[in-house]
């Protein structure tokens, strides 16, 4: 068995391997018949994936670091889970439509934040608290807008 020191992946192929780990996550914790409990679910599981990707860039943040920044961005990105949550209100069909749009927007939202923090450490530039909150917003707001075409 190879440990992580030993392979010889790319930071880009160790990161983009959290990025889809957290998007599967992301998938089933959303899809819950539960209205609004994937919101609160998402954050730590969004959380790891931000720290492993810096990680993978030998890059060191703290995870307390990363749900701060999460946690106020929080607000902004509640709103993209309340259709999903709404639906899932309605008992029968309301819970699997529910689910089936909490899940598309949570694994839009998850990919859009790690693919856009790849993409900063890929161009070199330096991903402070502000570029990291800049990055979560933005990635958001992308994967709202392809969620709606």
Do not use: C, W
């Not at 069909?93 to 859009?112: H, M, Q």
Request: net charge positive.
């Amino acid at each position: 068995m190879r440990t992580p020191e030993t392979t010889n992946e790319t930071p880009k192929q160790k990161a983009k391997k959290a990025v889809h780990t957290a998007a599967i996550g992301a998938a089933t914790l959303a899809a819950t018949p539960i209205p609004f409990a994937d919101a609160f679910a998402l954050m730590p599981l969004q959380t790891t994936m931000i720290v492993q990707i810096y990680r993978a860039y030998g890059q060191k943040i703290s995870k307390g670091v990363v749900q701060g920044v999460m946690k106020a961005t929080f607000a902004t990105t509640i709103g993209r889970s309340l259709a999903g949550s709404l639906f899932k209100l309605v008992p029968g069909a309301g819970s699997v439509v529910g689910g089936a749009i909490s899940a598309g927007v949570a694994v839009s939202v998850t990919e859009a934040i790690g693919q856009a923090l790849i993409k900063e450490f890929e161009d070199g530039d330096s991903v402070d608290l502000e570029t990291l909150s800049s990055v979560i917003l933005t990635a958001v707001s992308l994967a709202a807008k392809k969620k709606r075409k």
